[in-house]
Every structure is written in structure tokens, then in C-alpha cells.
């Protein structure tokens, strides 16, 4: 989440009235995230999460999310759903932007999070893919090996302002990964940034699922090697959390021998996923944005770990 798009009162006020609200009492932007401007609101005693889509996010594939997120609650997972206005409609204009009003869901992500929360997050994920297995929806993924390569070419040799030399070590990289990468496993609608800010927790139990909006049909086990990558903590390369991660979605839902093998790619394809994406945005950063701008270093760390040790974040620890 971030913000982008300035909201006024004068703007804010109308918007809510087509759901029936009155004025909002609360109402502040909320700076973590990158790709939408997003605010907490507080109208007639409940809260919200007031929604604005940037041009990262295209106005065509909005009502994929929305119903994603919308068929997720339907089947008791736990998320938060598109509100609808008093016509039955959930998508918005607000401000020249898309925009939707979203339930607000009440728990904490921690900053750091432990080895047991980990593996309720994987069982949580375990959980969401089943409860999407019904869902008509597809949506290519965008930021698969095709996105990287239009993303390294993009940003081109501006990468070696992130590292020096890094240009050529990520086409050397995403070469070898193009001729490795694992076809025919079981896919299917994946969240694809399950990272833990994107988890709200009552303690130790997962309350809620947030920000679907990279969501696309992907390999499960693709996924769950984004998060694998996504709950160690930022710049260590210890795989305890990982581990934990993966313990508490097979929990759920087994893994495949084929896709326990495929893991070792998937997590330099994902480490190489979050590097290329957080180096465009430290290179093209919005000025007067209210946006907090990841490093993408300690992805370059975990890219290099995992292609020199590829078995390190999937050997059994237990």
C-alpha cells in the first residue's frame, strides 16, 4: 500500500454518500506498499480501506481482483471483500482513478515475524489455493520469466546503479533460468505477494488475507517460493522461516515430487521477480510520493545464495 493520489474532503465526502455513508471521522494514507494509493477510513463507526488504482494496476483486469477477493470471502477464507454502493456496484472513480472501498479487517502484521507465525502463513496459503480452485477467473502473470525479460531490457544497463555489473548478471541469470523453468505442474489462482505485511494475525492465528492485486493462475508451488523467499527476515539468508513456511502449507495441502524438485528454481525465479520489480522503483522513484521505497539489495543477496546454494531453503531441518 502507498499513496499516490491525493484525496480532498470535498472529493472523499460524495464518494462515500453513494454507500449510504456519511462524512468520514478518520481518514489518513497509509505509506507501506508500491503499487496503489491506499487510505484507512473510519465512517458512521466502522472502518475501511479506501482503494485507488495507479497505472501499474490496469482498469480492465480490476473486476479479476475484485472478484477474486470477493469469491475468496464467499468461501469462508479469511480476506476482506469489495463493498458494494447502494446500486450493487463495488468499482469507483475517485480523483481521475479507479477506486473501491474495501472491508477493513482488524489484526496486526508483525514486523518481524516468528517461526510459528510462518508456518500459519503457509497453511493460510495452503488454504487460499483450495478455496480458489473454483474460480473462473485467469489472468496471466505479468511478472513471470516474459515480464523479467521486458524488465531487465527496460531498465537496461541503469541497473548497475542498483550493483555494479548487474546488468549482464541478471541476463546471464534469467537465461539459465528461461532454459530450467518447470512446465506442467499443477496451477492455478495464486496470490503471488503473500509477503507477511500482507497477513493480519489475532496472535498466533491468521485473521485475514490483504492486497490481492498481483493475483494471477501460476503454479502453486511457484507461490508458495515467493513467500518461502518473502518471510525470511530482510537481509538474513537463514531458512528457518522458510522451512516453517512450507511445513505449515503441506500441512494443508501436499506437494508433488515434481513440484518438491521444481523449489530450488522457483525461489531464484521469485528472488529474481522481487529484485528486478524493486529495482525499477528505486530507479523511477515518484517525487513527493508517500511511498516507501524497498531496497532491492537484500534480494540480490538471497538471488546469489540460492542459485550457489540451491538446496539450502529446502533441505529437511525438521
Known sequence: ??????????DLTPFLARYGLPPATVFKGIAEGVENSNYLLESDGKRFILTLYEKRVKTEELPYFLGLMDHVVQKG???AAPVLDKEGICLQTLCGRPAALIEFITGTSPDTPSAPLAEAGGGAMAKLHGATAD???RRPNALGPEGWASLIDEMGPSLDKVAIGLHQELKATLADLQAAWPKNLPQGTIHADLFPDNVLFHGDKVAGIIDFYFACTDYYAYDLAISMNAWVPEGSLDPTHAVHFRR???TVRALSPDEANALPTFLQGSALRFLLTRAYDWLNQVPGSLVRVKDPLPYLQLLRHHRDNPTAFVEDRS
Not at 1 to 8: E, F, G, I, K, L
Request: charged share 20%; proline share 5%.
Open 1 to 10: 500500500m502507498a499513496v499516490y493520489t491525493r484525496v480532498d474532503t470535498k
Open 77 to 79: 477464507a479469511p480476506a
Open 135 to 137: 474460480f473462473a477467473g
Open 248 to 250: 505449515g502449507y503441506e
